[in-house]
């Protein structure tokens, strides 16, 4: 599987529904992340970026496609950047 950095940016009506509501979406994305076979390994939040961070395992690329779309179909999302990642042991091995 590829390590995926994927970065979020919530449209201002989500981030206002955060602020007026907060709590841990965690277990929500990791729901997302499951029903498409992915895996969430890490959900950060950039405040000064209005920026969601999640780290996560993708199979392929279908299982990224279906991820995607599954947020941005929620109507939450201004945008979404999905950036493979390797390890540093990964990347020597590679060299």
């Given at each position: 599987?590829?390590?995926?950095?994927?970065?979020?940016?919530?449209?201002?009506?989500?981030?206002?529904?955060?602020?007026?509501?907060?709590?841990?979406?965690?277990?929500?994305?990791?729901?997302?992340?499951?029903?498409?076979?992915?895996?969430?390994?890490?959900?950060?939040?950039?405040?000064?970026?209005n920026t969601i961070?999640?780290?996560?395992?993708?199979?392929?690329?279908?299982s990224l496609a279906?991820?995607?779309?599954?947020?941005?179909?929620?109507?939450?999302?201004?945008?979404?950047?999905?950036?493979?990642?390797?390890?540093?042991?990964?990347?020597?091995?590679?060299?």
């Open positions: 599987m590829t390590r995926y950095l994927i970065e979020h940016s919530p449209v201002p009506q989500a981030a206002a529904a955060v602020i007026k509501n907060p709590q841990d979406r965690t277990e929500a994305i990791r729901t997302i992340f499951e029903s498409v076979g992915d895996r969430l390994e890490h959900y950060y939040i950039a405040f000064e970026e961070y999640l780290v996560g395992e993708i199979p392929d690329q279908d279906a991820l995607v779309t599954s947020i941005w179909g929620g109507g939450v999302s201004m945008s979404i950047k999905a950036k493979p990642n390797i390890t540093a042991t990964e990347a020597v091995a590679e060299c």
